[in-house]
């Protein structure tokens, strides 16, 4: 059961801007990295958000709305890095795609990860419907303008 503690903890994070928080995935890796990035992980359930962070473009609701999202609903978001030199990617095109990991023919949710400002930097993030506890693979693809093709990395998340 969630408590008090842990929300005004998780709370006290997201303010901050520390994108991966084990409370709720424990044992799992929260970065990984492909040829040219480095990639952080955070997911915590939409109910948790009670200030929505603002999205680059203005005119739009963080991802549809918060209130408007199921009680299963989990915020995911990354921070991409660059693996040469440590520098924030501002301006990629990512795309993330959550499903159960160990279900055969599981399907799952693909949704593009808008950008955002959250503690003053930019970070990538969405909704995604999680019902279930258990195993999930979060695969992000990231796209930049001036490279051909995208890159690709994989979590294993597992909701408790």
């Known amino acids: 059961m969630f408590n008090l503690t842990k929300a005004l903890l998780l709370t006290a994070m997201l303010t901050v801007g520390i994108t991966a928080f084990p409370a ?4 799992n890796a929260f970065h990984e990295a ?26 739009k609701t963080l991802h549809g ?16 890095f660059r693996q040469d030199n440590n520098a924030r990617v501002l301006n990629a095109t990512v795309i993330a795609k959550v499903s159960r990991s160990k279900l055969f023919g599981a399907k799952g949710g693909e949704k593009p990860l808008e950008k955002m400002v ?9 909704f995604f419907d999680m019902p279930e506890r ?9 796209y930049e303008s001036q490279k051909s093709g995208s890159e690709t990395v994989r979590f294993e998340y597992e909701k408790y």
């Open 24 to 27: 709720f995935a424990q044992g």
């Open 34 to 59: 492909s040829k040219s990035y480095l990639v952080y992980l955070g997911v915590v359930p939409a109910s948790l958000l009670e200030k929505a962070p603002s999205l680059v473009d203005q005119d």
């Open 65 to 80: 709305g918060v209130a408007e999202q199921l009680p299963s609903t989990q915020h995911v978001m990354v921070t991409v």
């Open 118 to 126: 959250t503690s003053n930097a930019v970070a990538y993030g969405n």
């Open 134 to 142: 258990g195993e999930y693979r979060i695969e992000i693809n990231i």
